[in-house]
């Protein structure tokens, strides 16, 4: 069973870079580690409330996915990660219709992963994982703030473009057993922990991260203050702020929790 959307894997070119540019938009990273990917690797996490992180990777290893990566596309949203309680039930289904990556579960630090790739999944890689004992847990309490400087709250939905968002949320359901809905012309897909991906008509690829918050004009005033540019929605329609992707190397939207 998918339990929830558990993390977004980002691809950068640097870890010094990309938490800089993070922090411009209320973002910024922790816990860098130094020991992952065979030693190829610096990453670090952000918490985004609902159960869900931000995983921000500078991978050098040629032959490594993050750095095909970051050949093939550049720096930004490279993969998401949902949560199974049964690995090996999961990736059954999966290899019903579509391989798995090198067709092996990796014991990795962070649990038991799985990928499936983007010509094989719905235009980005789809990573399965099931904790184990040694792995990172989500921190209890949690943490009161999602950002420093902003009002935000949780992690509302991830956007992703498809040539037919229809057939990507079909495509979705079959690979992961989790159903989708459409909501106009894009399609909808819920899991567990209040985090929705959502497939719009666009070039296919994870696009943008969208974000609650609590004070839309606290957090417009924020972003000035700090230089950040962004535009913000007509007041006649959703009530929103957008930060492009050439800040944080992905797109950022923040919404008030009014207009969901």
Known sequence: MILRLQHIGTAHRSHASAAERLRQVGLEPAELRTDQG?????????LLGNECWLHVVHNWNPEARVCQYLRRQGE????????????????ARVKESAPIFEDRIFHAADGFEAFVY????????????????SSWNWPDPPPERVS???????????????ADPEAAGRRFEELFDVGFEMDG????????????????????????????????????????????????GS???????RIAAGVAGFEVVVRAADSA
């Open 76 to 91: 930004g949203l490279e993969h998401i990660a949902v949560e199974t309680d049964d690995i090996e039930g999961a990736v």
């Open 148 to 162: 420093p400087t902003l009002s935000v709250t949780h992690l509302a939905e991830v956007v992703a473009g498809a």
């Open 118 to 133: 983007p010509e094989d999944a719905c235009g980005f890689t789809v990573e399965l994982i099931q904790p184990h004992a």
């Open 235 to 241: 007041p006649a329609l959703r009530r929103e702020l």
């Open 185 to 232: 012309a894009s399609a909808r897909v819920g899991f567990r922990n209040n985090c929705v991906l959502r497939f719009q008509a666009g070039q296919p690829g994870l696009r943008s991260l969208m974000f609650e918050t609590a004070d839309l004009d606290a957090d417009s005033r924020a972003l000035e203050e700090a230089g950040t540019p962004f535009e913000a």
């Open 38 to 46: 065979r030693g190829f690797q610096l990453d670090s996490r952000k």
